[in-house]
């Protein structure tokens, strides 16, 4: 069974920094493309970042600059390292499978999340 | 950028058909993938590339896709299909957006 559990959230003040933790079980990882995805409060979910196979990495532009995703296949976890957190960074994180076919790309399955608070 | 855009409600009696909508600009030509997030749970992929099921999701839920409109089908609807559920595409220029969201009650 394919499992994705993350870790790593918290508090933090506006300005800080945060490293979320993926670990990955039941699939050969690094064979595949990850992604996070993070949904606020009430709303709905919202891409953050992905990371091929092959290491080619890909941001919202809400959070390019200053978010860096990046992937260990020895030990089989995904990490987001978070900058200059916002408070319009809040939310819950998700790390979530890629799959895809004929040029276009899904989430399956999801991790449980972890979450993020940014406030002073 | 791409935008998606659901009703943000639909109800529905126990064993009739739900269908939930999700609009976008000639979304016809892409390809779009459906998911249900029940309170407090991660979102769960229902439907991919339009009309595919991944394995475990019952027959009750299909896809369909022309013009500028993408329809989920719920036949046959049970108490536990209550959630919200989203559509997301994958553009070239706006990479993956979601759509804004539906709750489906059932009565």
């Known amino acids: 069974e394919v499992q994705l559990l993350e870790s790593g959230g918290g508090l933090v003040q506006p300005g800080g920094s945060l490293r979320l933790s993926c670990a990955a079980s039941?699939?050969?990882?690094?064979?595949?493309?990850i992604s996070w995805l993070r949904q606020a409060p009430g709303k709905g979910p919202e891409w953050v970042s992905a990371i091929t196979s092959g290491d080619d990495t890909y941001y919202a532009d809400s959070v390019k600059g200053r978010f860096t995703i990046s992937r260990d296949n020895s030990k089989n976890t995904l990490y987001l390292q978070m900058n200059s957190l916002r408070a319009e960074d809040t939310a819950l994180y998700y790390c979530?499978?890629?799959?895809?076919?004929?040029?276009?790309?899904?989430?399956?399955?999801w991790g449980q999340g972890t979450l993020v608070t940014v406030s002073s | 950028s791409y935008v998606l855009t659901q009703p943000p409600s639909v109800s529905v009696a126990p064993g009739q058909t739900a269908r939930i909508t999700c609009g976008g600009s000639n979304i016809g030509s892409k390809s779009v993938h459906w998911y249900l997030q029940k309170p407090g749970q991660a979102p769960v992929l229902v439907v991919y590339d339009d009309s595919d099921r991944p394995s475990g999701i019952p027959e009750r839920f299909s896809g369909s896709s022309s013009g500028n409109t993408a329809t989920l089908t719920i036949s046959r609807v049970e108490a536990g299909d209550e959630a919200d559920y989203y559509c997301q595409i994958w553009d070239r220029s706006s990479a993956h957006v979601f759509g804004t969201g539906t709750k489906v009650t059932v009565l």
């Open positions: 979530a499978k890629e799959g895809a076919a004929r040029g276009t790309y899904w989430f399956d399955p």
């Open positions: 039941g699939f050969t990882f690094s064979n595949y493309a």
